[in-house]
């Protein structure tokens, strides 16, 4: 099982250790640094690495390295899935994770990884378990604990611990009973050239903020479920009901959740919000090129297409670039040679447009690539698959719980070839 | 206020301040004292000198500092095990409490304190709480066995704890059951044959109902359990896998995979013909894709194992080639898995969008994942032949853009094509000699010169472009240098007049000035070759080469099969098997795939495992007499010809050591000659040729004597019997034990070499008759000390059907006399190197059970 875990940051210090067995040498770590220098990113950084006595399994999440060791034939997704967890967690506790905020919470951080993990072996990772056990640092309850003297841990048995229904208190008040669900919808695309779609699909997310007392047992159902290619829930979902019946029955957590996650990948349900128009040439000579670039909004089902960006990867060679953009306005790196379009609004009646000259350095011959651009945009209240919620219908309680649901469509990995 | 603060009193009395502080009345102060102690801990100081001082906090009823003493406990008992035994009394004060939560701290920190002396402390409190009535006392206890297997197995096992753990497996909380199984499954790797996690029907359906309703993390641990399991029948198959198939849809991706793995071994049970089969393998596909939605590191694991999958059941995910196409902003390590996976699932349905990807890709920055593209090209045209002609095409376009590495790599693939579709694209050669100046890379320069001499009749200045090469011969690399010399010879066999000077000087630059054995001994042979007899010469120099193979990178069945079994651990990311990597996993049991009811899916791969010679001691007595004990089981039957005894046959060589090739076989002595009869079977996907076999040097001087006749190739799947006859001339030293054969087998893959044992009575030979005269005397001078004696048990033959079988054998009854009702046998043996055994049998009526007395004169013999 995970026998040590390292938090290292990306110029390759370790700034935290934790080892749940014996204690492993963090020299341990010098293989991985190594993987680390020959990658050209720190994204690029190979998962699972082997050394001679140990395996190395690591995940690159908000600019920090988690690696774990491991010494036995463990299996990998387990161990990565809970090092996005440890991430979570710190996110959750102390409301961003950075190096930062790990050094100055430390002991807390080292206390809640004592929880997560006994001998390698998951122990607490839900977060309102672990938040029963070790209480989120709070201004109000450091001010109570320093004049009181109470602590941070609960000495009490954390009632999901083991019920059945881990991920739920007993005993939960409100006063004022809400249930919020967002449907965010993720497009996966690559265009070609031509505008073509070469590849499309729709990442679905159903995030729910559920702050319900008691023991509430909800059901969810969809205008269309249908429409889902392939889903997995959060463990409170009943699967034989949506088997049966495609309706989501559950009782919550409470709190912030991920109720289900879909994905939509037949490609004629797939709208593509928008269109872009563009052209990358470059001189025969070698002296430079010219770039031009038009969106225009494609199948929005009449809404408006918001936070419109295009992101241009431009070849190495490229020395400077003189551009006019007809809205927003445009920023380029020349270190990561990363040209950026912030383009905000879409106007069906005015297209916006970039154009230009590149110049590239002297003497450097004609760019072999094709750049290619990454488009970023935002579509608010549609769910672009066309699922829509039918009704939420709460059992057990009898108060009358405030609903909503709101529906977001944004760019995943939105791609367009040149 | 934040933790930082811990790290600012890095001046020189630090440890003195914080030993003023621990000691402190005040409770808060104290406090703070461990936290900054704990803070150090963290990244990295020693802070091990104040343990102490920091043990003396245990006793509180603040559970904060109670746990931050614990934490500090963990991490430095081991370097203090004598100060820890003063923490030993609070641990067992603290396993009584009333809380069950202080309980299960208790138990849990006793185990992490990785010191002997504490464990005995330790195992009755453990016990204790192994039975407690708290289900959260019962699952930490159940970790805690296994972290005390880690420190001390053995008193584990005297304490039955192993038992205690096994019970729990039926504890009416599905998270104990979780945490007694991923206990148990950690205990069971150390030992792989204890039989720890003994499933039987009735508990996969414990585990099954404990599988709705633990957390994620044990349910990883259950459907990894129930992995192992193999069931009944196709009907328990079937249900295993309705009860597993919902985790499919778990937001966790371990579980997701350990499910995959349970249905993809499950499934193979299952008649084909079922409609309940294309349901489930409709339901896999959809899962798999969604793994690929996920963070990347987690994808990469999923492309590693789908790799697998689509290998063994390409079906599941033939239709979903898109999902493979590569992002932009992928990391290189998932776009070069994505790449490989095209490569597999490309058919002639999806080929043209597969090459207009590939064509997009070989444009692409990363220069690595440029050339893998390039290569990708290439591969498909070898998979599908329709392809082909576009292949090319394209990989010409890929040449016009003049980029060194794609040019380079192009012409790798090229050859490749060449040599699988032979005179079909050659019209193309002369745009690849536009380029031979760019070629830098040894590989390139290689195939380069392999198209121009495999060519060479259709290009016209094909000696040039050679002699061009020539220039630089010693800088070259040794493929190039051994690839320039054979294309040379060839060309000089089909256009001897222009071209003679150019093979001399290639064969005087191989010969005379090189140091390299392999490039000399190859020029040595063209030499000879063409000046004692050209024709020869074009018969072997342009013989007609074998097909590549469109497979050469598929992964070998029956390692596949056993990946398969591995699904979602570190095995299937490597794609070896956990023996080949593991440490500390000596004689992991190889895991294969259930047989189904219907399907012949894997062959032999029962026999293929496991069979090992049982070991035989090293005295000659031993295998003597076990060979006679043989000779009689044979029995039974009265009309059974008679003949010496052959064993049966048992694998010697099991395809997975041999690269597909699977040796089996057995010893025989016929017509006075000793014969090794083999079972050679081709389980790789390739064509195996050029068989020869080996002996090393051995007790009895054993060797070939003639060739291993295998003589048509073996196409896969094929087998073949081969008897090689064996002369007892050869070199001999004395093996361990001594009957032991050391052999090796050589084919156009690789040569393998594997141990096997003959029995000793193949050695007996037929001229062993002696006369009683001289057995008489012989047997007088045999010292005591040569002589030893042995049973045979259950043997039911009168004295003269043993003598009958046993001269069968080559074992002749020089006499018998009956004293007390038991028949006495004097038999004489002579092996094959002219040492005589004698040997007195003892047969009683109506007992199965022979005493066998053996000698022989020369000394040392027996210990030879």
């Not at chain 1, 881990?166 to 996966?188: C, L, S």
């Not at chain 2, 407690?132 to 704890?161: M, S, W």
Request: glycine share 6%; with cysteine.
């Amino acid at each position: 099982m995970i026998h040590s875990l390292f938090l290292i940051n990306p110029s390759g210090d370790i700034f935290l250790e934790k080892h749940w067995k014996s204690v492993v040498s963090r020299s341990v770590c010098d293989y991985f640094l190594e993987a680390k220098e020959k990658a050209l990113e720190p994204e690029d950084v190979p998962p699972v690495i082997h050394t001679p006595r140990h395996y190395l399994i690591s995940i690159y999440r908000d600019k920090l390295f988690f690696l774990s060791v491991i010494q036995t034939e463990v299996p990998p997704l387990f161990v990565i899935e809970f090092l996005h967890r440890v991430a979570e967690m710190i996110q959750d506790y102390f409301g961003e994770c950075s190096e930062t905020v790990v050094k100055d919470n430390m002991v807390m951080v080292y206390e809640l990884l004592e929880e997560m993990l006994d001998n390698g072996f998951p122990l607490a990772t839900e977060s309102n378990v672990l938040k029963e056990m070790i209480r989120p640092p709070t201004i109000l309850r450091s001010v109570v604990n320093t004049l009181t003297g109470t602590s941070n841990i609960g000495d009490t048995l954390p009632t999901g611990q083991l019920s059945t229904i881990p991920w739920r208190r007993a005993g939960v008040k409100y006063t004022n009973n809400e249930a919020y669900f967002d449907v965010v919808e993720e497009i996966d695309a690559i265009l070609d050239q031509s505008g073509t779609t070469v590849f499309a699909e729709i990442q679905g997310v159903v995030g729910a903020c559920v702050k319900l007392s008691g023991m509430p047992d909800l059901t969810l159902s969809f205008m269309n479920p249908r429409l889902l290619d392939d889903v997995s829930f959060h463990p409170c979902v009943r699967y034989k009901r949506w088997e049966s019946e495609r309706v989501l029955s559950f009782i919550p957590p409470d709190g912030n959740f991920t109720l289900m996650t879909y994905h939509v990948n037949a490609q004629n349900l797939v709208a593509i919000p928008v269109y872009v128009k563009q052209s990358i040439s470059f001189f025969e000579s070698g002296s430079g090129g010219r770039l031009d670039v038009t969106v225009g909004p494609k199948q929005t089902m009449g809404k408006t297409v918001e936070g419109v960006m295009v992101t241009v990867h431009l070849p190495k060679t490229i020395l400077s670039v003189n551009l006019t953009a007809t809205q927003g306005s445009y920023t380029y790196d020349n270190g990561t040679k990363l040209l950026v379009w912030d383009i905000g609004k879409l106007n069906p009646q005015k297209l916006p447009n970039l154009r230009g000259s590149l110049s590239l350095q002297a003497g450097a011959p004609k760019p072999e690539e094709n750049p290619s651009l990454n488009i970023d945009l935002k579509i608010q209240q549609l769910a672009i698959s066309g699922l829509k919620v039918n009704r939420l219908d709460m059992f057990g309680e009898k108060y009358k719980p405030f609903k909503g649901v709101k529906y977001i469509t944004k760019a995943g990995k939105f791609q367009v070839r040149t | 206020m934040t933790d930082s603060k811990y790290f600012t009193t890095t001046k020189k009395g630090e440890i003195f301040e914080l030993k003023a502080e621990l000691n402190s009345d005040k409770k808060e102060k104290k406090k703070e004292a461990v936290k900054k102690v704990i803070a150090s801990m963290t990244v990295g100081k020693d802070v091990s000198a104040l343990f102490p001082d920091v043990v003396n906090c245990m006793q509180t009823d603040n559970l904060e500092l109670k746990k931050l003493v614990y934490l500090y406990l963990m991490n430095y008992a081991k370097s203090q095990p004598d100060m820890a035994i003063m923490a030993v009394n609070t641990f067992v004060k603290d396993c009584e409490d009333p809380n069950p939560l202080i309980r299960a701290l208790a138990v849990r920190t006793m185990g992490c304190i990785r010191v002997d002396k504490i464990t005995e402390y330790l195992c009755e409190p453990l016990r204790k709480c192994l039975k407690d009535e708290d289900p959260y006392v019962r699952k930490t206890a159940a970790v805690c066995v296994a972290k005390l297997h880690d420190i001390n197995a053995q008193l584990v096992e005297d304490q039955g704890f192993l038992d205690t753990l096994k019970d729990l497996i039926s504890d009416s909380n599905p998270m104990v059951v979780a945490n007694a199984v991923a206990a148990l499954s950690e205990i069971a790797e150390s030992h792989p044959n204890s039989n720890l996690l003994d499933l039987n029907p009735q508990s996969i359906n414990k585990l099954l109902t404990a599988l709705n309703e633990c957390t994620e993390w044990g349910q990883i641990f259950i459907l990894d359990c129930l992995a192992n399991y193999t069931p009944r029948d196709d009907r328990e198959s079937q249900s295993i896998c309705e009860r597993v198939t919902p985790r499919l849809s778990h937001a966790n991706s371990a579980v997701v995979l350990s499910a995959v793995k349970v249905l993809m071994k499950f499934m193979e049970m299952l008649p084909k013909d079922l409609d309940y089969y294309g349901t489930l393998l409709k339901k896999l596909a959809p899962p798999l894709v969604t793994l690929l939605s996920a963070e990347p590191e987690l994808q990469y694991v999923a492309l590693r194992n789908i790799n697998l999958i689509v290998q063994k059941r390409p079906e599941i995910l033939k239709h979903e080639m898109k999902v493979f196409f590569v992002k932009y902003n992928d990391p290189i390590y998932v776009k070069l898995e994505k790449l490989d996976i095209m490569i597999r699932l490309a058919s002639q349905a999806n080929i043209a969008q597969v090459l207009a990807e590939l064509k997009e890709y070989a444009t692409e920055v990363d220069v690595d994942f440029v050339r893998k593209a390039v290569r990708a090209i290439g591969r498909c045209a070898i998979k599908v032949e329709q392809s082909a002609e576009r292949c090319v095409s394209t990989l010409l376009d890929l040449i016009q853009t003049k980029v060194n590495y794609v040019v380079q790599e192009a012409i790798v693939v090229i050859k490749d094509i060449f040599r699988k579709y032979p005179n079909k694209y050659e019209s193309v050669i002369a745009t690849l000699c536009e380029n031979l100046d760019s070629l830098d890379e040894p590989e390139a320069r290689a195939a380069m010169i392999w198209i121009v001499g495999e060519y060479a009749e259709r290009i016209d200045n094909a000696d040039e472009l050679l002699e061009s090469f020539l220039e630089g011969f010693h800088d070259e690399s040794t493929q190039v240098q051994l690839q320039l010399l054979t294309a040379i010879v060839k060309l000089f066999l089909k256009k001897p007049t222009e071209t003679q000077e150019l093979v001399q000087q290639v064969l005087s630059l191989a010969t005379q000035d090189s140091d390299n054995p392999d490039l000399r001994d190859r020029g040595y042979i063209y030499w000879r070759l063409l000046s004692t007899d050209p024709v020869a010469a074009k018969e072997v120099v342009l013989a007609e080469k074998p097909l590549i193979s469109e497979e050469t990178d598929l992964i070998e069945p029956t390692l596949l099969e056993e990946l398969i079994c591995h699904i979602g651990t570190l095995a299937s990311v490597y794609h070896k098997p956990p023996s080949a990597f593991v440490e500390g996993s000596r004689g992991v049991m190889h895991k294969r795939l259930p047989l189904g009811g219907d399907i012949g899916g894997s062959p032999a791969m029962g026999a293929g495992f496991g069979a090992a010679p049982a070991v035989m001691p090293a005295s000659l007595n031993a295998p003597v007499g076990g060979g006679l004990g043989d000779l009689f089981d044979l029995g039974g039957g009265v009309g059974m010809p008679m003949g010496a005894y052959i064993p049966p046959k048992t694998v010697w060589l099991p395809a997975m050591k041999a690269k597909g090739l699977e040796i089996s076989g057995t010893f025989a002595r016929r017509a006075g000659v000793i014969q090794m009869e083999l079972v050679l079977t081709n389980k790789a996907m390739s064509v195996m040729t050029d068989f020869a076999i080996q002996f090393n040097r051995n007790s009895f001087g054993l060797a070939p004597a003639g060739p291993l006749q295998v003589l048509t190739p073996l196409g896969p799947n094929q087998t073949i019997e081969v008897s090689l006859p064996l002369s007892t001339v050869g070199p001999v030293m004395k093996m361990d034990p001594l009957n032991n054969l050391q052999v090796a087998v050589k084919n156009n893959i690789d040569v393998f070499y594997f141990s096997c044992q003959y029995p000793i009575s193949m050695l007996f030979v037929e001229d062993g008759k002696m006369e009683r005269q001289v057995f008489l005397a012989t047997w007088k001078d045999i010292p005591n000390d040569n002589e030893s004696q042995f049973q045979i048990q259950d043997c039911h033959l009168n004295s003269d059907a043993a003598s009958n079988k046993l001269q069968g054998s080559n074992i002749f009854t020089i006499a018998k006399r009956t004293v007390e009702g038991q028949d006495m046998l004097y038999m004489a043996i002579k092996l094959s190197n002219g040492i005589w055994v004698l040997a007195e049998l003892k047969m009683q009526a109506g007992n199965p059970n022979y005493t066998v007395s053996l000698g022989t004169r020369r000394d040392g013999e027996q210990h030879y």
